[in-house]
């Protein structure tokens, strides 16, 4: 199935390319693309930048498992050009990482920080936070081991329990129970004062990075700009309109090896909802929305967007306007999602 995979990939990002350009970054993830043996990885990595060629200085990010970075795979992502490597870190500890369902340990991790190190410009971690039974230590533990690699970025994610996935089905049977919301908070707080002592700039509500390391490939999300996207499950916004692919693999490599469009999902916003959307992902920065800029890009004013609440929100001390920007205050990002639901009663 991995050939199939390649070849339809291949065939839908030439589709999509009639309307490319020049990009300033590529992202290879929503997935592990490094499971892929060297050979079809070598496959892989060229096909995205043909269709969609990376301007000077652009960011060129992978997704990997540090129990697949070896010295051959790290050969092929330096041979195609990738910048920036994210590794789906997520504890430091081998009991949490079980837990976790990972199959690799803290060794393997230092280990591919090392590898990557030899030709990524930047080297992310991704954590995991609010395991079953995780203490304040146990916590304290993963955040001081990941400093220690000095990585140029962090990403730390609360453990969701989502329908339909394994973790939720665990926790139905009673083997998993979460953890307390007044823990899960004291944890996210330790991650913000801990890795600002480290250096890495909060600069949104989940992601740390050293001056200059931002993950430029989120950042057009959180700008609400366009983006192309291929591949099962998908999602690509382009010209006003997002598409979702069909999340299945063998739906999506039927559809397009027959020539038939791989999109289950299609909408356009109406210019009203398009704004409100954008305001929701841009007070997901740190640094929030200039309400000014906000105006004449979307033609609403933030003020005709959310009316009393607003208000409301500013006076519960969750949002705060200084200097003609609006942003989440830090008991704002703990209740972010309390916040953005607000928006969407709208």
Not at 95 to 101: A, S, T
Not at 161 to 175: I, L, P, Q, V, Y
Request: hydrophobic share 40%; charged share 25%; net charge negative.
């Amino acid at each position: 199935m991995t050939e199939q995979f390649l070849t339809a990939l291949d065939r839908e990002l030439a589709a999509q390319s009639e309307t490319a350009r020049p990009v300033t970054t590529l992202f290879i993830g929503g997935g592990t693309p490094t499971h892929l043996p060297p050979p079809q990885l070598a496959r892989l990595l060229p096909i995205a930048r043909r269709f969609f060629p990376l301007a000077d200085s652009g960011e060129f990010s992978i997704e990997a498992n540090p129990a697949d970075m070896n010295e051959e795979r790290a050969a092929v992502l330096a041979e195609f050009g990738v910048t920036r490597v994210s590794l789906g870190t997520q504890s430091f500890s081998d009991r949490k990482l079980k837990v976790l369902e990972r199959d690799h340990d803290a060794a393997q991790v230092a280990r591919a920080v090392e590898l990557s190190r030899q030709f990524a410009k930047s080297v992310s971690l991704d954590l995991i936070f609010a395991a079953p039974d995780e203490t304040l230590a146990d916590w304290e533990y993963d955040l001081a081991a990941a400093i220690a690699l000095q990585p140029d970025h962090v990403s730390t994610y609360g453990l969701t329990f989502e329908r339909g996935t394994a973790f939720w089905s665990r926790r139905m049977k009673g083997e998993l129970v979460e953890l307390p919301d007044e823990r899960q908070r004291e944890m996210y707080l330790l991650a913000i004062d801990r890795l600002a002592a480290a250096g890495l700039e909060h600069y949104e509500i989940s992601n740390f990075a050293r001056p200059g390391r931002r993950c430029r490939h989120n950042e057009v999300y959180w700008s609400a700009d366009e983006y192309f996207a291929a591949g099962p499950g998908a999602a690509r916004y382009v010209a006003g309109s997002r598409e979702t692919n069909h999340r299945s693999t063998t739906t999506w490599i039927n559809r397009v090896l027959s020539g038939q469009s791989p999109v289950a999902e299609s909408e356009v916003l109406p210019p009203k909802d398009k704004a409100r959307e954008a305001l929701m992902l841009g007070l997901r920065r740190t640094s929030g929305v200039d309400c000014a800029a906000f105006a004449g890009r979307f033609g609403y004013s933030i003020e005709s967007l959310l009316g009393p609440a607003l208000t409301k929100l500013l006076e519960l001390g969750l949002l705060k306007r200084e200097n003609d920007a609006l942003r989440l205050t830090r008991d704002g990002l703990l209740l972010s999602d309390a916040v953005f639901a607000e928006f969407l009663r709208r």
